[in-house]
């Protein structure tokens, strides 16, 4: 990463992302926003903030690409062409929709022990938590023959993790 990438994609989070998230956590929304920027020229397309009090969905990261879906499809540009900035690291819901919108990158400026110990904001680090349970509770459910009754899956999964 570039210092001159450093610099847009900071600026970007001050002159952009900053402002409407001020209008968002007035309205009583969290203050999470994210931006997608063109890889040719670092330009921006579009700038968003957080609206969970319209839908609780609405993360800054998937409201961005809500907005950007409602952008006219003539002029709007590939996915692949663009970087996605995330103030915060994303969770698990908008690294998936970053993913299923075919972004092969993403940047963000706080990790997750930055939204718990800075913003007062837990809950990505306490879903992750709970998912670690779900994948030994699979490995409890295992029978004596050695075969998972439960949760397959997640056995397999946390096999593979550790292994
Ligand atoms: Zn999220």
Redesign the pocket.
């Known amino acids: 990463m570039t210092g001159a990438l450093i610099d847009r994609l900071l600026d970007v989070i001050e002159e952009d992302i900053i402002p409407k998230t001020a209008r968002g956590v007035e309205r009583g929304n969290k203050l999470?926003g994210a931006a997608l920027l063109r890889k040719s020229d670092l330009s921006l397309v579009i700038a968003e903030t957080n609206n969970e009090t319209e839908n609780p969905l609405w993360?800054g990261?998937?409201h961005c690409l809500k907005r950007f879906y409602e952008l006219p499809k003539a002029g709007r540009p590939d996915t692949r062409e663009l970087i996605f900035l995330a103030t915060h690291e994303?969770?698990s819901?908008?690294l998936s929709a970053i993913t299923w919108a075919g972004f092969d990158n993403f940047y963000y400026l706080f990790s997750h022990a930055d939204s718990r110990d800075s913003f007062a904001i837990p809950h990505d680090l306490r879903i992750l938590d709970r998912c670690s349970p779900c994948r030994r509770a699979a490995i409890v459910r295992r029978t004596p023959t050695g075969r998972a009754s439960r949760c397959g899956g997640w056995s397999a999964s946390w096999r593979t993790r550790s292994g």
């Open positions: 999470f993360h990261e998937v994303p969770c819901l908008c």
